[in-house]
C-alpha cells in the first residue's frame, strides 16, 4: 500500500501549494529548530509571530546562550507552555558549550541522532531539523503524518511502531526535508482533522479511507484534570501589583505573577472572582483575592503567562465597574 503513493504528484503539489513560512526561506538549522519547537503546541498563524519576535532577537544559538532564561520567557510570553522556551534556553547553552564540556562549541548538531540529545529535542524534531536543514534521510512523524498514514490505510488506531513503518517506508531519500514538509503540509491543510479537502488531495488514489476520512483516526480520550487555586492580589497606590518569580517546577516554572498556590492565608483580603484558564490536561479555577501592599511591580517588564495576565485583567475589569 506504501509503494501506491504517488510520491511526484504530492510533491509537485507541494511545490505548487506550500504556505509561504519565514523559516522555509533559510536552511540554517537554528531558525528551522525554533520554528519547530514553537509549533509543538501553538498554531502557526500565532506560531509564525513569535517566532519573528525571537528570531529578530536570537538570529543565531550563540545570542540565545548570551541572554538570559528571563528575557527568552519574556519575549515568549503569550505562546503558552512556557517548559519550552526554558528548555529551548537551556538547550543553547550546551550547543555553545565547549566539547570538552559536553556541547557542541556552538554549531547545531547535523544529524537526528546528535539532535536528540539535545534538551527539548524528540524523536520528531530531531528528524525534521536534520532532514529540511542537512538532508538526512529520516522520516518525521508528527500529528498530521499520522492522519494523512491513518486515512491512507483505513486504521483507526494505527500503533507508533507502524506509524513509523509507514513514514519510513513512504519516505522520498533523495530529497527527504521537502518530502516530510509534504507529508505535514498535505495533513494540515487538505488531510484535516474534519471536513478534509479529500478532492484536492494528490494521493487520493492510494487513500483505503477516503470513503470516511473522518472515522481515521479515531480521537485521542485525553481526560482533564480539574486544578482548584487560590491567587492574592496585592497593589500599591501606584496601580502597580505585587509579583514574585516563580521557582523552577510547575507548570510556570520561571514565569512571573502573584501569589497562586492550592491553599494561601486570605484572611482580611476581599474576595475579587474566579479565573478559567484551560490547558492541554488541566483546567485551572483560580479564586482571587485583593489586597494592598507597599511596592508593586510594572506587568510590562517581566514575562507573565497568560492565566496571570487573565488574573490581572480581572481586577481592572472590577476596577473600571
Known amino acids: 500500500m506504501v509503494s501506491a503513493i504517488d510520491q511526484a504528484s504530492l510533491l509537485g503539489w507541494y511545490a505548487q501549494h506550500q504556505r ?47 541572554s538570559t532564561e528571563e528575557e527568552v520567557l519574556f519575549l515568549w510570553q503569550g505562546a ?34 546528535e539532535l536528540q540529545t539535545l534538551p527539548g529535542v524528540g524523536p520528531y524534531t530531531a528528524a525534521a531539523v536534520a532532514s529540511i536543514a542537512h538532508g538526512e534521510a529520516v522520516a518525521c512523524v508528527d500529528g498530521n503524518v499520522r492522519r494523512v498514514m ?16 509507514w513514514a519510513d517506508a513512504s519516505l522520498w531519500k533523495v530529497d527527504a526535508g521537502n518530502w516530510n514538509q509534504a507529508v505535514m503540509e498535505l495533513g494540515a491543510t487538505v488531510c484535516t482533522p474534519r471536513k478534509p479537502l479529500c478532492n484536492r488531495c494528490a494521493i487520493r488514489s492510494s487513500c483505503t479511507g477516503i470513503e470516511s476520512p473522518e472515522m ?34 510547575g507548570i510556570l516554572a520561571g514565569m512571573w505573577g502573584p501569589a497562586m498556590a492550592q491553599e494561601l492565608d486570605v484572611e482580611s483580603l476581599d474576595y475579587l472572582g474566579e479565573v478559567h484558564h484551560v490547558l492541554s490536561h488541566r483546567d485551572l479555577h483560580v479564586r482571587v483575592w485583593i489586597g494592598q501592599i507597599g511596592k508593586g511591580v510594572d506587568p510590562t517588564t517581566v514575562p507573565l503567562s497568560s492565566l496571570d495576565h487573565k488574573v490581572l485583567a480581572l481586577a481592572g475589569s472590577s476596577a473600571n465597574k
Open 20 to 66: 509561504d513560512l519565514p523559516w522555509r526561506h533559510t536552511q540554517d538549522s537554528w531558525p528551522i529548530l525554533l520554528s519547530e519547537i514553537l509549533l509543538q503546541q501553538t498554531q502557526v498563524s500565532r506560531g509564525t509571530v513569535f517566532w519573528q519576535r525571537l528570531y529578530k532577537r536570537y538570529p543565531t544559538v550563540q545570542s540565545m546562550a548570551d
Open 216 to 249: 481515521y483516526p479515531a480521537p485521542k480520550v485525553r481526560p482533564k484534570k480539574r486544578v482548584d487555586l487560590m491567587c492574592i492580589l496585592l497593589f500599591d497606590s501606584n496601580g502597580f501589583p505585587h509579583l514574585e518569580q516563580r521557582d523552577t517546577s
Open 80 to 113: 503558552g507552555y512556557y517548559s519550552r522556551a526554558r528548555r529551548l534556553f537551556q538547550l543553547s547553552k550546551v550547543v555553545c558549550a565547549g566539547v570538552s564540556a559536553g556541547g557542541f562549541g556552538g554549531r547545531m548538531p547535523t544529524t537526528a541522532k
Open 150 to 165: 491513518a486515512r491512507q490505510t483505513a486504521q483507526a488506531k494505527p500503533s507508533d511502531r507502524s506509524l513509523q513503518t
